[in-house]
């Protein structure tokens, strides 16, 4: 929740100028619902691609407040974030909620971006696995294994999420290849395909480390995507 119309467009124009040569790396943006309309008139003809944060299971209705999956389509957006980590605790998303908005998106021919990870708390007792292994099968079981192959997901350390902790490339390698391998159990060729992103307080001088992991696909970035410089140079640590 961050933005002016002043502050978001010179953002926007500096990173689709940083990203144009970067024709083999997918680079999207998920603004807020209020300025989608200005993205869509600035990345129109570019190759970037934009979503939204979030979305309402519905297709319309008394709903007030809320932004439904064909409302997104008609301004141009291919992907939505699902369960981001401040969805699940401060605004109290369960399993199923997050389950249902994920089945949604691909009903309305959205890419969910699935977000997944596990708290301080649930790590320091041993958890992280586990915590995973619901937040995957909660999905899987409701939409089936086979829709993945139209959705990317995205590991989210909650305690590295500006905390001051920060995970080594290897300890996200880690985790990446628990996430595919747990894919893997239910089909082979989607664990194989489905990119997995990294969202643990990515930056500049880290993206590299990262993104030479073998199962870390790509970052999911928070506040440094704010400032287009630090944003671009991430991408381009994507090559």
Known sequence: MHGSRNSVLPLLRAIKEGVQ????????????????????????????GWGAQNLHIGEFGAFTGEVSGPMLADYGCQYVLIGHSERRSLFHEDLMQVASKFKAALQY???????????????ERGETESVLVDQLDSVIHTVSINLFKHAVIAYEPVWAIGTGL??????AQVVHAFIRGHLAK???DVANTVRILYGGSVKADNAKGLFAMPDID???VGGASLDASSFVEICKAAV
């Open 21 to 48: 040569t970067l024709s083999n790396v997918d680079v999207v943006v998920f603004p807020s619902f209020v300025h989608l309309h200005m993205v869509e008139e600035v990345l129109a003809d570019s190759l970037m």
């Open 109 to 123: 021919g959205l890419r969910p971006v699935l977000c997944i990870g596990e708290t301080l708390q649930q790590r």
């Open 166 to 171: 920060t995970a080594t490339p290897e300890q």
């Open 186 to 188: 239910h089909h082979v």
């Open 218 to 220: 790509g970052g999911l």
